[in-house]
């Protein structure tokens, strides 16, 4: 049975940092490509970053030069390390595994950027 499992969410203030995790098991992560995407009640869920299984990585532009997205193939774990973080960042943050094949998600840990 395939599990993502984030966490690392929470309550931070504007200019803060998280670092969010996700653990992977049930599949074969390294050849996996992986993602974080994040929703907001009543708005469509959007892609943040990516990964692929050789390392490559993408970034949608409101996050660029502040967030960074890893992976540890040995732990069977992705992260992604969040700077300066704007209340507009608040969302529910989702991690997301594809093989081209096969989908999985996380149930999704809430990130909150207030004063």
């Known amino acids: 049975q395939v599990q993502l499992v984030e966490s690392g969410g929470g309550l931070v203030q504007p200019g803060g940092s998280l670092r969010l995790s996700c653990a992977a098991s049930g599949l074969t992560f390294e050849l996996y490509a992986m993602r974080w995407y994040r929703q907001v009640p009543g708005k469509e869920r959007e892609l943040v970053a990516g990964i692929s299984s050789f390392g490559v990585t993408n970034y949608r532009d409101s996050v660029k030069g502040r967030y960074t997205i890893s992976r540890d193939n040995v732990k069977n774990t992705m992260y992604l390390q969040m700077n300066s973080l704007k209340p507009e960042d608040t969302a529910t943050y989702y991690c997301?595994?594809?093989?081209?094949?096969?989908?999985?998600w996380g149930q999704g840990t809430q990130v909150t950027v207030s004063s």
């Open positions: 997301n595994a594809m093989n081209g094949v096969r989908e999985y």
